[in-house]
């Protein structure tokens, strides 16, 4: 008979072994489980691994079939042939570009392409018809230029590059611009304010044309949209160089596609923009005070106009000048901030138009110094005109000399020698048959354009303002020939420069210069009111070489130096 105490043991002894039974049970269950977590984690991960490979191999392919594309598309396009698979890129600089488009169009025609990369094609026409119908069809700019200009100057509403976005916007700029062109002057006292910076600059001696033209144009346009408050601001100098130093490395740093903040360049450029922002808030600032102020002293002439329920109301600038209030309002886009964006547009018109009319301006500054006799004879035809006229602004479309000189000038020397467009989506078929894939960068090359003797005669490389005037009486039409003093005698009419095709420094379609009609006028009324004043010579020969000028190059001097000579009225 078994003792107690055994039987106890041997009961412990069969939980015990009990319990390790059932431990292995759960732990073999554990391993389970857990491996079944981890084959289903790497099944997950291998059918992410399998869906990403066909997403690139997919995106890879469809890349791979535009290129096809493109390449099958512009083998139908003449042109030169590709010395390697990179194109042209290495081979061609901004210089050599003019010329290698001017022989291949003498080669291949009116259409032809240039490879830039393996999928950048370049596709030039030089036809006036085709070039019409081009511009027409091809709204777009360059995705670069708005890349820019966002990077410097942040969100506008009037200058991007879709046409979409800004055609309400631009045709509503037109009609803005268009009525400053004809009822704003250029007072004496803007001629005063430039002067007054040249005559400090010449006291060290004579000064370059293209600083003069740079601030002329700059402060033509500040004076134009905020009156004598931006004649009387002490920060316009300075504003003025912040933005031709904006301007200059605006497409260096929207190249990359990648924003460089590691540079520490892009950080002081984006310095420099910020600092442009903060002080177009503060000109803005200033006129928005001085137009309250002017209210108060005398609310029925400068009573603000708004349009109840519509977003395009005006209101008057410092100058009285009904201006557009997007370039003022709070209210312009939810999506954007409401200070961005009017500074935005202010920015884009003052760039712009800045730079569009100091070339202008620079290109008549060096026509007119290199040829006294024709300043003579402008000079003339204005004093002339001051004696027809009893109003103390003078109207410029009596100076037709003045202004086929303007003409002429952005004739010879525009702003860019090539005008750029681009169709993302759509292939562009032109009535020669040509077909331009989408995607490929649609250029007019404008100086080819405007000197080519076919559309101008054979003198299209010489200065000749007189082929903007038809005759009214038998004279001659030569520069050097004395100008009439009989103030009777208007021996010419001013033809308009749009009638011809080829004439292109301001653009042609719906993306062409919003600013044509009030770059003209404003020029013309800056030289009216400073030749009356001023005569615009060269330093003294032994001094400074005289710049000449063939095929409408300046040879010697890039920007000659100038000195204003004030004349005896």
Known sequence: ?????????????????????????????????????????????????????????????????????????????????CPSFYGHR??????????????????????????????????????TSLIKEMLLKAEDKLPLTGKAFDLAFGGSSLFVSS?????????????????????????????????ERIN??????????????????????GATFFGDTFLSW???????????????????????????????????????????????????????RNYKLLCHIDQPAYGETTKIGSETASVPSCSGVVMPEYFFSQKLGSHQNAIERPCGNIMGVMFHGGLAMASLISSILVRLVTEPKLQDKIYSEIMMARKMVV??????????????????SARLLPAGTLLQRWSPRDDLSLKN??????????????QLMQTDDSSWGTDASEFNPYR??????????????????????????????????????????????????????????????LLELYEIRLPPAETKPKPTIKDSVVESLPSPELIFVKRMI
Not at 205 to 215: M, N, R
Not at 247 to 264: E, G, H, I, M, N
């Open 1 to 81: 008979m078994s003792s107690p105490c055994g039987s106890s043991d041997a009961l412990f002894g069969f939980l015990l072994q009990s319990l390790k039974l059932k431990s292995g049970d759960a732990c073999d269950c554990s391993d389970e489980s857990t491996q079944l977590l981890r084959d289903y984690a790497t099944r997950e991960f291998n059918a992410l691994l399998w869906v990403a490979l066909i997403a690139s191999t997919a995106i890879l392919l469809h890349m791979l079939f535009k290129l096809f594309a493109l390449w099958f598309k512009a083998r139908r396009i003449p042109g030169l042939p």
């Open 163 to 195: 046409y979409d976005e800004v055609q309400k916007r631009r045709e509503s700029l037109v009609l803005e611009l268009n009525v400053l062109a004809r009822e704003n002057s250029t007072p004496v006292k803007v001629v005063d304010s430039i002067m």
């Open 391 to 408: 109003e103390k602004n003078l109207s410029v479309d009596k100076l037709v000399l003045l202004l086929a000189t303007v003409y002429e």
């Open 200 to 221: 400090h600059i010449m006291r060290k001696g004579s000064i370059g044309s293209e600083l003069v033209s740079q601030h002329m144009a700059f402060t033509l346009l």
């Open 468 to 529: 903007f005037l038809s005759k009214t009486g038998k004279f001659s039409d030569s520069v050097e020939d004395e100008p009439s003093t009989d103030p009777r005698h208007n021996l010419f009419n001013l033809n308009d420069p749009n009638d011809n095709e080829a004439f292109l420094p301001f653009g042609s379609g719906k993306r062409s210069c919003v600013g044509q009609k009030f770059v003209i006028q404003g020029v013309a009324r800056l030289f009216a009111s």
């Open 234 to 288: 002490s920060k316009a100098s300075f504003y003025e160089e912040l933005l031709v130093m904006v301007a200059k490395d605006a497409c260096f740093w929207a190249s990359y596609r990648v924003t460089p903040l590691w540079k520490q360049g892009f950080w002081r450029y984006q310095a420099w923009c910020t600092k442009v922002k903060c002080l177009t808030q503060d000109i803005v600032q200033q006129c928005r």
């Open 433 to 446: 048959g040509v077909t331009i894939p989408a995607g490929a960068v649609l250029v007019a090359p404008v």
């Open 90 to 127: 290495n081979l061609v600089t901004r210089q050599q570009l003019i010329e290698i488009l001017s022989e291949s169009h003498e080669r291949y025609g009116p259409v032809v392409k240039l490879w830039l990369g393996p999928s950048q094609l370049l596709v030039s026409v030089k036809d």
